[in-house]
C-alpha cells in the first residue's frame, strides 16, 4: 500500500537535505554514544554492531515515517512542524537544566 502510494521517485536536493539534516542531528546523540560503548567491547563483532543498530535506525525512521504520514492525514504540516520544534526547544532545555 504504502509503495503503491509512493512511487520510486526521488528528488535529489529533497534526499541530500533529509540524509544530511537526518545525519548531524544524529552526530553524538545518546543512541550514536550508546552504540559506540557496544562496539568498543572487545567481545563484540563491530559488523554485528554495525548491522543491529543499523537495523534499529531503520525500524525507528520507519515508525517515524508512518507516524509522520499519519498524523499529517489529520494535522496540517506547519503544525507538525511548530509541534517538532517546540519539542526540540523543550528537550533542548530540559538537556541544558538537567546538567545544572
Request: hydrophobic share 60%.
Amino acid at each position: 500500500m504504502f509503495i503503491q502510494r509512493y512511487p520510486c521517485h526521488m528528488d535529489t536536493h529533497i534526499a541530500l537535505t533529509i540524509f544530511f539534516t537526518v545525519f548531524v542531528a544524529e552526530l553524538g546523540d545518546k543512541t550514536q554514544l550508546a552504540t559506540m560503548l557496544f562496539a568498543a567491547d572487545q567481545k563484540t563483532s563491530a559488523f554485528m554492531v554495525f548491522a543491529v543498530a543499523s537495523a534499529a535506525l531503520i525500524a525507528s525512521s520507519a515508525l517515524a515515517v508512518i507516524a509522520g504520514q499519519t498524523l499529517s492525514n489529520f494535522l496540517d504540516p506547519r503544525w507538525l512542524s511548530l509541534i517538532a520544534g517546540v519539542g526540540f526547544i523543550g528537550i533542548g532545555l530540559w538537556t541544558v537544566f538537567s546538567a545544572w
